[in-house]
């Protein structure tokens, strides 16, 4: 999902809104607004790569470094300290 700091953000009149979903899915408008100056054509590519790289991604590792990849991150959820310490 992308960031919602980044998304256009939705009218609330029906009537607008309606025509706001009609002008993304003709292509008129682009879901993602970019006021940091960056290319909509380039965020928008990065999003399409970024949407298949975690699969293409899992499916190239084997299910030991999986393993391994899933038993680190449940240790460093378990050891960092986010204020609900006992002490």
Do not use: C, Q, Y
């Amino acid at each position: 999902m992308p960031d919602r700091t980044r998304m256009l953000k939705r009218p609330r009149d029906p009537n607008r809104l309606a025509k706001f979903v009609v002008d993304l899915a003709t292509g008129e408008l682009d879901d993602v607004a970019t006021t940091d100056g960056k290319n909509p054509a380039a965020v928008a590519l990065g999003r399409l790569g970024g949407k298949k790289g975690g699969k293409a991604r899992a499916r190239k590792l084997s299910k030991e470094r999986r393993s391994e990849i899933a038993t680190a991150a449940a240790r460093a959820r378990w050891n960092r300290n986010d204020g609900h310490d006992k002490g």
